[in-house]
């Protein structure tokens, strides 16, 4: 690998591999908790909505898999059904 860019030498501390491994692509977690709201276990403030193992937050990717297979089932139960009408409107001709 060259270290000579089209407009000069790369300064060492920017060339590949040479960050520390805390700033090698890495948010300090924390702060980016912080900074969406999020809280620890246990330090919600009273009244805050919780979400338990009964009570999922959304539905699970297996209940919308379902969920499009149902509708792909009747959009195509839908479309047999017009096509044989429209058949056999066109043989009565």
Known sequence: ???IAPDGPIPEEQQPGRQ???????????????????VKDGDEPDGAPSVTADEPA???IAHIRSRQR???MVVTVVAIG?????????RRR
């Open 1 to 3: 690998m060259s270290n």
């Open 20 to 38: 520390p491994t805390h700033q090698a692509d890495k948010p300090d977690m924390d702060a980016f908790a912080e900074r969406l709201g999020v």
């Open 58 to 60: 959304s539905p699970t």
């Open 70 to 72: 149902t509708v792909a």
């Open 82 to 90: 017009l096509t044989i009408a429209g058949v056999r409107r066109l």
